[in-house]
């Protein structure tokens, strides 16, 4: 399963991101708002 983590602080974004994947989920990430909204226009 594919997810989109938007989120602005670095250190939470990377802990996020290690705790998805570990879980297996193929994890997309945004820092902003407008990226992520990006990233939904264009997913995949």
Known sequence: MKVL???DEP???GLIK???EDENYI??????FVSGLDKIV???
């Open 18 to 20: 290690q705790f998805l």
């Open 5 to 7: 983590v938007i989120e």
């Open 42 to 44: 264009f997913y995949d």
């Open 11 to 13: 250190e939470m974004l």
């Open 27 to 32: 994890v997309e990430e945004a820092n902003n």
